[in-house]
Antibody, heavy 121, light 108 residues
């Protein structure tokens, strides 16, 4: 069974940094691209970032470009999102989601349960 | 960026009724790379439909997807109690991948 388990969320002050992790199991991690999607309280879904299976290609939403960095450690079956210069509007539940293909351009299935990031002073 | 607009924002229906949800794209979606997700309150989203019309594993056949180009539809033929949720469309053919704002299907 494919499982994705996010961790690392919490309360951080504006301008601060945080690193999220997503531990994957039940599939050959390096064969699939991975994505981060967030959901602000009471709002819809926003794609944040994606990374190819090899880690060689990365993509970002304009809203986080230059502030967030996606990476992966295929030896540890773990996806990361390094977030810096955090703003109030980054407050959201952050989900990791497995892509259907290795090079992105696939649908997202499954999703993790999410980790809450709160940016507040 | 492809903007997806879902309508209606809220659909109030009774169990057993038919639900028709619309998703309109600001430009043509490449190769019908359009998916639908269901989100039950307090839970993560889950995949329903991919490639416009293919049901994900385990999804009952009362769910169907259709459309092409810029206009897509999710149809639930007969609503079951567990279907009352929020539904999102997503395009994954052009970066940045984008989602619609969601349609809430609520019990009338």
């Amino acid at each position: 069974e494919v499982q994705l388990l996010e961790s690392g969320g919490g309360l951080v002050q504006p301008g601060g940094s945080l690193r999220l992790s997503c531990a994957a199991s039940g599939f050959t991690f390096s064969n699939y691209a991975m994505n981060w999607v967030r959901q602000a309280p009471g709002k819809g879904l926003e794609w944040v970032s994606g990374i190819s299976g090899s880690g060689g290609s990365t993509y970002y939403a304009d809203s986080v470009k230059g502030r967030f960095t996606v990476s992966r450690d295929n030896s540890k079956n773990t996806l990361y999102l390094q977030m810096s210069s955090l703003r109030d509007e980054d407050t959201a539940i952050y989900y990791c989601a497995k892509d259907r293909y290795s090079n992105l351009y696939g649908w997202f299935d499954p999703w993790g349960q999410g980790t809450l990031v709160t940016v507040s002073s | 960026e492809i903007v997806l607009t879902q309508s209606p924002g809220t659909l109030s229906l009774s169990p057993g009724e038919r639900a028709t949800l619309s998703c309109r794209a600001s430009q043509s979606v490449s190769s019908s790379y359009l998916a639908w997700y269901q989100q039950i309150p307090g839970q993560a989203p889950s995949l329903l439909i991919y490639g416009t019309s293919s049901r994900a594993t385990g999804i009952p056949d009362r769910f169907s997807g259709s459309g092409s180009g810029t206009d897509f539809t999710l149809t639930i033929s007969r609503l079951e109690p567990e279907d009352f949720a929020v539904y999102y469309c997503q395009q994954y053919g052009s970066s940045p991948w984008t989602f619609g704002q969601g349609t809430k299907v609520e019990i009338k």
